[in-house]
């Protein structure tokens, strides 16, 4: 079977970084997407990781381990804009299929 | 590039008629896109995965008679929602991938479509 978990929410500080964790567990991996989601909005890419290492796209940067099924999303200079769901997906080889995780609630405050 | 586009965004019915979703690929040729449902303060399910050409397939529990999704054109699938009851009030959002600024792997969403039966 297939399991992801990440946490339901966490709470953050305008300029600070945070750090949303996601582990997995799942046959025939074939990448990991995160996604951000605004509530009532469809979820929009920010990035996606099939080898292990971090990938960096300006203020957000993921970072993908295989070996321990683990992945984070790192959020820099946080802005109050980026209040949202942020949701984390495994993809198996199995027609593309994501499966996502239950997503995380970030909220940020002044 | 990469945009997804879904009709309507909002839809209220009455019990008991269909409706139907459009969603469209407007700058790439999606060969597979997918249907997911959404609940209040829930992640997506996914429904069903749709090839351009062939018949989809259905989750384990999603049933195919109720939910039927036609994916005639590389740019074009709907969801028909037949004979709804409220239990099916919910945020269907569909996504496609195919060739998009060159990558393949990314599912790219649509805005949602936000049904609420009567």
């Known amino acids: 079977g297939q399991n992801i978990d990440q946490p339901t929410e966490m709470t953050a500080t305008e300029g600070a970084i945070v750090q949303i964790n996601c582990t997995y567990q799942t046959s025939g991996f074939n990448g990991l997407f995160w996604y951000q989601q605004h509530a009532g909005e469809a979820p929009t890419f ?16 993921s970072f993908l381990s295989r070996s321990k099924g683990y992945s984070y999303l790192l959020l820099k200079e946080l802005q109050m804009k980026d209040s949202a769901s942020y949701l984390c997906a495994v993809r198996n080889n199995q027609g593309g299929k994501l499966i996502f995780g239950q997503g995380t609630e970030l909220s940020v405050k002044p | 590039g990469a945009v997804v586009s879904q009709h309507p965004s909002r839809v209220i ?13 407007l700058d790439f040729q999606a060969t597979t ?9 829930q992640s ?6 749709s090839n351009e050409g062939s018949k989809a397939t259905y989750e384990q529990g999603v ?6 999704i036609n994916h005639a054109s590389l740019t074009l699938s709907t969801l028909t929602v037949t004979s709804a009851h409220p239990e099916d009030s919910s945020f269907y959002i569909c996504s496609a991938t195919g060739i998009a600024g060159g990558n ?6 649509g805005p949602g479509t936000r049904l609420t039966v009567l």
């Open chain 1, 46 to 61: 920010l990035s996606y990781n099939v080898l292990d290492g971090l990938e960096e796209k300006g203020r957000f940067s």
């Open chain 2, 104 to 109: 393949t792997d990314t599912q790219y969403f």
């Open chain 2, 13 to 25: 019915c009455k019990s008991g008629t269909s409706v139907k979703i459009e969603c469209r690929s």
């Open chain 2, 44 to 49: 997506l399910m996914l429904m069903a995965t």
């Open chain 2, 63 to 68: 049933e195919k008679d109720k939910f039927l």
């Open chain 2, 33 to 41: 896109m997918f249907w997911y449902r959404q609940f209040p303060k």
